[in-house]
Structure formats: C-alpha cells, structure tokens
C-alpha cells in the first residue's frame, strides 16, 4: 500500500495564526490576511513535516500592491535550517506581479529565480505547491512546474533532506527591497493590502519535535513494511510532459536566474553546471 499521511482541507486543522491575530479575517473556507501601516500578519502549520506535497491556493494583493510581500514557504529552525520559499513580490497597478523562489540549504540562501506568471494572480484563487522527497525539490503553480532543485549530493551539492520542516505564510511591507529594488514605496492610502488563501492541502509525514532528525528521515521514507507516494520511482524526477512545461516556464515567463548572473557568482554554483546543461 502506497501512504500518505495528513490531507486536509480546513485552516485550523493544520494551521494556526503566529502574529497580528487581529489580521486575520475568516470567510468560510477561506482565510484573508491584512496589512496596514500597523501591521502585517503570519501562519504557521502546527505541526512539522517531512517529504511530501503542501499545497495552499491563494488570492494575491489587488490593485496596487508595491512594496508589499506575500509569503508562502518551508523551513526548519536553526541556524543551519533548509527553507523552499514562494515570495510574491507587489508592484503598482497595471505592471505584473513577480514570483520570487528561493532555496536554502544548511542556512544558505542565495539561490533566487524570479519569474512573472501567465496570468494575473489577484483575481481568482491559483494552487501554489512544494513537492519535497529525497530525489528533487519541485515549485509549483497550478500543478505546473516552476522550478526544481534535484538531489546533487553525489557531486558535492548538499541537499536538504534531514530537517523537519514547518509551512508557513505571512504578508509584510518590504518597501526596502521589493518593487523596483526598493525604488517604488508602499501606498498606504490603498491599505489594508488583502491577502486570500483556501484550499489548505498537506499530504506529508508528520513528524514528532522530540525526535531525533534521524528517527524521523528513518520514519519518513519508505521500507519493506509501507511506501510513501513521494518515494515512488516516478516522483524522483519530473515526467516528459512536466519537464516540457518547465521549458516554456524558463523560456517566456523568468526574469532572473541566480546561475545566469555572472557579477555577482563570477565561478558558477556547483548546481547550476546541471541546471544550465539541462534545461
């Protein structure tokens, strides 16, 4: 029998309001996170996880959003943490949202690509996903590929595969950085700026905080007695068709690559020699 093993749809079933729970308005199935000039606001999953699929569909900042920053990622604590992050970056009405994504490994970040998306992001709800098993790290958006980091350990890449992670979302003002490089600054005549989200999906192995990393990789891969969907043969890589849909990602909708900038990593990252050649 193929496991899996949390699937749910409910907000408070998974997740729980960290900061500003003021902030927070809740619509039925759907859960909105304001920003002010007071405040912006953040959930976090009550549990932690290991290899899986989170997903969450969400609604982005309508109108003008510049300066805004919308979150939704994984991470581990410490100072050594992995982090798989999805950042919606606002920008002035009319222009398009940017999907920043970044991943960190052993506290090392550095590692951003953004791209605009092929439609606008603020009026309906899309799914944005993170597949994560011990082969590859995929991004995804409506079920499409954005990105993927592959297990490259046997070239001395590491790779984040021995840290609970927690899923997290948050809305702040990032004005400093966000829009146009910090040039355009939020408007807070348009706040509160409204974040949306529903669809809250983790199929994931849960894992317990007092135990050991060790114990939980152990418990969270497969072994002659179960197997996990993630480790199946055909989730170690993307299919023909995904990989296809990636093409045409990096080909009409990325702006930025991390190993295409050769000013600021005159040697290219050990990851990207794969990554050019392949794709």
Not at 11 to 21: H, S, V
Not at 66 to 82: I, K, L, Q, R
Not at 174 to 180: G, I, K, L
Request: with cysteine; aromatic share 14%; glycine share 6%.
């Amino acid at each position: 029998m193929v496991m899996g093993l949390v699937n749910s749809a409910k907000f408070e079933e998974l997740f729980q309001p960290t900061w500003a729970f003021d902030h927070f308005v809740y619509q039925g199935d759907s859960v909105q996170l304001k920003l002010d000039n007071y405040s912006g606001a953040g959930f976090q999953s009550k549990s932690k996880y290991m290899f899986g699929k989170v997903s969450i569909k969400m609604k982005l900042v309508q109108g003008d959003s510049a300066g805004t920053v919308t979150a939704f990622y994984m991470s581990s604590e410490g100072p050594n943490h992995h982090e798989f992050d999805f950042e919606f970056l606002g920008n002035t009405t009319g222009e398009p949202y940017l999907v920043q994504t970044n991943v960190y490994v052993n506290g090392v970040g550095n590692r951003e690509q953004r791209l605009n998306l092929w439609f606008d992001p603020t009026q309906e709800f899309h799914s944005y996903s993170i597949l994560w098993n011990q082969r590859q790290v995929v991004f995804l958006v409506d079920e499409t590929p954005i990105r993927v980091m592959s297990n490259m350990e046997r070239k001395g890449v590491p790779f984040p595969k021995d840290q609970p992670m927690g899923v997290y979302s948050s809305i702040w003002n990032a004005d400093d950085w966000a829009t146009q490089g910090g040039l355009v600054k939020t408007d807070w005549s348009h706040a509160p700026f409204i974040a949306s989200y529903q669809g809250f999906e983790i199929d994931a192995c849960e894992c317990s905080v007092s135990v050991a990393a060790a114990d939980n990789a152990k418990k969270c891969s497969s072994s002659a007695e179960r197997r996990f969907w993630w480790d199946e043969p055909t989730m170690s890589e993307l299919n023909v068709h995904q990989s296809h849909q990636l093409l045409w990602v990096r080909a009409n909708h990325m702006v930025y690559d991390y190993c295409a900038d050769t000013a600021r990593f005159p040697v290219m990252p050990l990851e990207c020699e794969h990554h050019i050649h392949k794709h």
